[in-house]
């Protein structure tokens, strides 16, 4: 159980597209869901928090309005990166926070290779 | 902010060694701690979680300690296999947000 995807686990786009990251949690209700991305030889950063039905906590230096995030539903999160560069092409990983379990357990994606050409 | 600091950031040993991996992070207010194994281009898989009030969590082969007044943690791995080789993070957290270090890349040779 708790099992998290990631669609697509890959995804190669060109440089002023857009592109949409799924998550989902596949067996449990996810109140709260959060988005790091990972670059290379460097740490994994936590994005954003996503809260089901509410806007989406940023962290200091993501911009809001390059990195939209939805969290429409209570097994579904999307990270929308908007008007994509080069610079952006990251490993990005979502985790899932089990409603019934706390801010202790958090489950993770497999995660989603964005490479911007 | 919380600054987390992993030492060594590379390990290599041969099969059946026990081996420490070091953590220490700036600010002591935390909520609990947990060990990740990450491998190439994966999620994050977590190993141990220690609340704040604990000392240590044990696993298996895994044995996670915490010493939250210094603000260290340590990872002992033993009897090491090729299995294990992946890489291994310390994320203390505040309870909603974790904070990572840049890891311990481990090898374990056979």
């Known amino acids: 159980g708790a099992v998290v995807s990631q669609h697509p686990s890959r995804v190669i786009c060109k440089s002023g597209t857009s592109v949409k990251i799924e998550c989902r949690s596949l067996?449990?209700?996810?109140?709260?869901m959060f988005w790091y991305r990972q670059f290379p030889k460097q740490s994994l950063m936590l994005m954003a928090t996503?809260?089901?039905?509410?806007?989406?906590?940023?962290e200091q230096g993501v911009e809001k309005d390059k990195f939209l995030i939805n969290h429409a539903s209570l097994t579904l999160s999307t990270l929308t990166v908007t008007s994509a560069h080069p610079e952006d092409s990251s490993f990005y990983i979502c985790?899932?926070?089990?409603?019934?379990?706390?801010?202790?357990?958090?489950?993770f994606g497999p995660g989603t290779r964005l490479t911007v050409l | 902010k919380q600054e987390v600091t992993q030492i060594p950031a590379a390990l290599s040993v041969p099969e059946g060694e026990n081996l420490v991996l070091n953590c220490s992070f700036t600010?002591?207010?935390?909520?609990?701690l947990q060990w990740f194994r990450q491998d190439p281009g994966k999620g994050l898989t977590s190993l141990l979680l220690?609340?704040?009030?604990?000392r240590e969590q044990t696993s298996g082969r895994l044995n996670a300690s915490l010493d939250k007044s210094s603000g260290r943690s340590t990872l002992y791995i033993a009897a090491s296999q090729p299995g294990d080789s992946a890489t291994y993070l310390c994320?203390?957290?505040?309870?909603?947000?974790?904070?990572f270090g840049t890891g311990t890349s481990l090898t374990v040779i056979p």
């Open positions: 985790s899932a926070v089990h409603s019934n379990k706390g801010t202790d357990t958090q489950y």
């Open positions: 067996d449990f209700q996810a109140t709260t």
């Open positions: 996503s809260n089901e039905g509410s806007k989406a906590t940023y």
């Open positions: 600010d002591s207010a935390i909520y609990n």
């Open positions: 220690i609340q704040s009030s604990q």
């Open positions: 994320a203390p957290s505040t309870g909603n947000q974790f904070y």
